[in-house]
């Protein structure tokens, strides 16, 4: 582990929430905007909103404003990054003074949705990883060969009924589009669900539902393999 990075990156995050707060919410009407409030969000997102797998910041321009918002209250409101072995979750705990009230998720949330998305992720440079996500969640054995068939058929008869035949999502039935998630992503947030770490509180309704399904991936290759079909799906889509 590296306490001095993690309390970079922490000192980081609560000074630009601080200072965010208190150029603009102080102020007796909520006039932030939400491209202001993405400031803080850049970081570890990438400044077009184009993830940085490096630092665990999923890709979200152009997804869908319902989702964002949904995940942005569960994190506000504790009930994502509920377990201590979800290192990012528990980092994106920090952006509560951000995320405030629902005006300003709202405004975060439609601006990320507007932007363009597919763009290449944001560079993740040299060395190694600068924060403290290198945990038993931070993949998979590289020594695992994924089969993209396998994973056809584990989508077919699980992923479908949620997340449609093109992974596109289902809004009514809180499935997220994974049309633009990167594979360390998908893979980091599968093991989660799997094992219980994310899902957990007992008021995440969907992460319930979607940690019962990630149950049928009983080991690391299945994991793998289903994830190679999403990656495949998703270059179909383009």
């Known amino acids: 582990m590296h306490p001095f990075r993690s309390i970079s990156l922490i000192s980081f995050l609560c000074f630009g929430c601080s200072a965010l707060a208190q150029t603009t919410f102080e102020k007796p009407n909520e006039t932030v905007t939400g491209e202001q409030l993405f400031i803080v969000c850049a970081f ?11 630092r665990d910041g999923p890709a979200l321009a ?11 209250q569960n994190f506000r409101n504790g009930i994502r990054g509920y377990r201590a072995e979800d290192i990012p979750g528990q980092v994106m705990h920090f952006t509560k003074g951000m995320l405030r009230n629902d005006f300003t998720v709202k405004s975060l949330a439609a601006y990320i949705s507007a932007l ?5 992720m944001a560079p993740n440079g040299t060395g190694e990883r600068p924060y403290l996500w290198d945990s038993p969640y931070a993949g998979l054995d590289p020594s695992i060969s994924a089969d993209a068939k396998a994973g056809e058929r584990t989508w077919l008869s699980v992923c479908t009924a949620c997340h449609g035949a093109d992974g596109a999502g289902n809004e009514a039935l809180g499935a997220a589009n994974l049309n633009y998630l990167s594979e360390p992503y998908l893979i980091r947030q599968l093991m989660y669900f799997r094992d219980g770490i994310r899902g957990a ?8 539902q979607m940690a019962a399904m990630a149950k049928v991936l009983t080991d690391d290759q299945s994991i793998a393999d289903v994830v190679a079909y999403i990656s495949s799906l998703q270059k179909r889509n383009r």
């Open 44 to 54: 570890c997102h990438g400044d077009s909103v184009q993830g940085n797998d490096r």
């Open 201 to 208: 509180h007992p008021e995440d309704t969907r992460g319930q």
């Open 62 to 72: 152009g997804m869908e404003a319902w989702y964002l918002e949904l995940q942005m």
């Open 116 to 120: 363009e998305p597919g763009k290449p």
